[in-house]
Protein backbone atom coordinates (compact mmCIF):
# COMPACT_ATOMS: atom_id res chain seq x y z
CA UNK A 1 0.00 0.00 0.00
CA UNK A 2 1.31 3.55 -1.04
CA UNK A 3 1.70 5.96 1.99
CA UNK A 4 0.97 9.68 1.62
CA UNK A 5 3.66 11.04 3.20
CA UNK A 6 2.81 14.33 3.17
CA UNK A 7 3.19 16.62 6.38
CA UNK A 8 0.22 17.01 8.11
CA UNK A 9 -0.83 20.57 9.03
CA UNK A 10 -1.48 22.15 12.39
CA UNK A 11 -4.05 24.37 13.21
CA UNK A 12 -1.89 26.94 13.13
CA UNK A 13 -0.92 26.45 9.21
CA UNK A 14 -4.64 26.27 8.32
CA UNK A 15 -5.02 27.99 4.60
CA UNK A 16 -1.06 28.81 4.50
CA UNK A 17 -0.69 27.35 1.14
CA UNK A 18 -3.77 29.34 -0.36
CA UNK A 19 -2.31 33.00 1.24
CA UNK A 20 0.83 32.35 -0.37
CA UNK A 21 -0.68 31.49 -3.63
CA UNK A 22 -2.49 34.76 -3.53
CA UNK A 23 0.58 36.74 -3.16
CA UNK A 24 2.76 34.90 -6.10
CA UNK A 25 -0.26 34.96 -8.18
CA UNK A 26 -0.49 38.51 -9.25
CA UNK A 27 3.10 38.79 -9.83
CA UNK A 28 2.77 35.82 -12.02
CA UNK A 29 0.01 37.01 -14.09
CA UNK A 30 2.27 40.48 -14.38
CA UNK A 31 4.92 38.75 -15.78
CA UNK A 32 3.28 36.38 -18.54
CA UNK A 33 0.92 39.40 -19.60
CA UNK A 34 4.51 41.30 -20.14
CA UNK A 35 5.80 39.03 -22.04
CA UNK A 36 2.85 38.20 -23.87
CA UNK A 37 2.91 41.94 -24.79
CA UNK A 38 6.40 42.39 -25.14
CA UNK A 39 6.45 39.46 -27.48
CA UNK A 40 3.70 40.70 -29.77
CA UNK A 41 5.19 44.32 -30.30
CA UNK A 42 8.38 42.61 -31.16
CA UNK A 43 6.80 40.74 -34.04
CA UNK A 44 4.65 44.09 -35.11
CA UNK A 45 8.32 46.31 -35.14
CA UNK A 46 10.10 43.40 -37.00
CA UNK A 47 7.06 43.08 -39.39
CA UNK A 48 6.34 46.92 -40.21
CA UNK A 49 10.36 46.75 -40.44
CA UNK A 50 10.08 44.46 -43.22
CA UNK A 51 7.14 46.23 -45.15
CA UNK A 52 9.25 49.01 -45.09
CA UNK A 53 12.47 47.31 -46.42
CA UNK A 54 9.75 45.29 -49.03
CA UNK A 55 8.50 49.09 -50.20
CA UNK A 56 12.15 50.04 -50.03
CA UNK A 57 13.14 47.24 -52.07
CA UNK A 58 10.37 47.67 -54.59
CA UNK A 59 11.84 51.43 -55.40
CA UNK A 60 14.97 50.22 -55.63
CA UNK A 61 14.19 48.13 -59.01
CA UNK A 62 11.00 49.93 -59.91
CA UNK A 63 10.78 53.44 -58.61
CA UNK A 64 7.07 53.83 -59.14
CA UNK A 65 5.20 55.24 -56.31
CA UNK A 66 2.17 53.06 -56.93
CA UNK A 67 3.83 49.47 -57.22
CA UNK A 68 5.60 50.67 -54.04
CA UNK A 69 2.46 51.46 -52.24
CA UNK A 70 1.00 48.57 -53.09
CA UNK A 71 3.89 46.15 -51.85
CA UNK A 72 3.84 47.85 -48.83
CA UNK A 73 0.40 46.96 -48.37
CA UNK A 74 0.61 43.47 -49.52
CA UNK A 75 3.46 42.97 -47.08
CA UNK A 76 1.46 44.42 -43.84
CA UNK A 77 -1.96 42.77 -45.02
CA UNK A 78 0.03 39.40 -45.21
CA UNK A 79 1.81 40.34 -41.50
CA UNK A 80 -2.48 41.23 -40.37
CA UNK A 81 -1.55 44.52 -39.09
CA UNK A 82 -4.39 46.46 -40.62
CA UNK A 83 -5.31 50.50 -39.98
CA UNK A 84 -1.74 51.52 -40.74
CA UNK A 85 -1.57 55.10 -42.36
CA UNK A 86 -0.33 55.41 -46.17
CA UNK A 87 3.81 54.87 -45.70
CA UNK A 88 5.57 58.04 -46.88
CA UNK A 89 7.46 57.41 -50.08
CA UNK A 90 10.34 60.16 -50.89
CA UNK A 91 13.57 60.07 -52.83
CA UNK A 92 16.97 62.04 -53.07
CA UNK A 93 18.20 62.15 -56.13
CA UNK A 94 21.50 60.79 -57.34
CA UNK A 95 23.42 64.74 -56.49
CA UNK A 96 22.48 64.17 -52.67
CA UNK A 97 19.53 66.96 -53.13
CA UNK A 98 15.87 66.09 -51.92
CA UNK A 99 13.05 65.49 -54.76
CA UNK A 100 11.10 68.32 -55.08
CA UNK A 101 7.76 66.84 -53.52
CA UNK A 102 6.00 64.00 -53.11
CA UNK A 103 3.90 64.02 -56.26
CA UNK A 104 6.42 64.07 -58.22
CA UNK A 105 8.18 60.84 -57.04
CA UNK A 106 8.00 58.86 -60.76
CA UNK A 107 9.66 61.32 -62.47
CA UNK A 108 11.97 62.47 -59.88
CA UNK A 109 13.23 58.91 -58.97
CA UNK A 110 16.38 58.51 -60.97
CA UNK A 111 19.50 55.23 -61.33
CA UNK A 112 21.24 56.25 -58.64
CA UNK A 113 19.27 58.04 -56.36
CA UNK A 114 17.87 56.87 -53.45
CA UNK A 115 14.39 55.41 -52.54
CA UNK A 116 12.83 56.15 -49.12
CA UNK A 117 9.82 54.28 -47.60
CA UNK A 118 8.79 55.50 -44.12
CA UNK A 119 6.07 53.66 -42.22
CA UNK A 120 4.16 54.32 -38.79
CA UNK A 121 2.11 51.95 -37.14
CA UNK A 122 0.33 52.64 -34.14
CA UNK A 123 0.76 49.76 -32.26
CA UNK A 124 -2.71 48.70 -29.46
CA UNK A 125 -1.59 46.61 -26.65
CA UNK A 126 -3.60 42.99 -25.99
CA UNK A 127 -3.06 42.94 -22.23
CA UNK A 128 -3.99 45.38 -19.70
CA UNK A 129 -0.38 45.50 -18.55
CA UNK A 130 0.95 47.64 -21.39
CA UNK A 131 -1.72 50.20 -20.78
CA UNK A 132 -0.13 50.55 -17.62
CA UNK A 133 3.45 51.23 -19.07
CA UNK A 134 1.91 53.63 -22.03
CA UNK A 135 -1.92 53.75 -22.33
CA UNK A 136 -3.28 54.45 -25.53
CA UNK A 137 -0.27 52.16 -27.41
CA UNK A 138 3.01 52.92 -28.70
CA UNK A 139 3.67 53.98 -32.48
CA UNK A 140 6.06 52.28 -34.02
CA UNK A 141 8.23 54.19 -37.06
CA UNK A 142 10.36 52.36 -39.22
CA UNK A 143 12.09 54.42 -42.43
CA UNK A 144 14.07 52.25 -45.13
CA UNK A 145 16.37 53.78 -47.61
CA UNK A 146 17.92 52.40 -50.79
CA UNK A 147 19.82 53.39 -53.65
CA UNK A 148 17.55 53.26 -57.00
CA UNK A 149 19.53 50.53 -59.73
Request: glycine share 10%; with cysteine.
Amino acid sequence: MARCFRRRMGAHEQGAEAVEFALVLPVFVLLVFGVVDFGYVLNCDTMVNNASREGAREGAVNPNKDAILLKVSQSLAAAGLVGTTPPIVTCRKPDGTDCATNLDFDTEAKSGGTVIVKINYHHSWITPVGSTLKAGGITLSKTTEMRIE
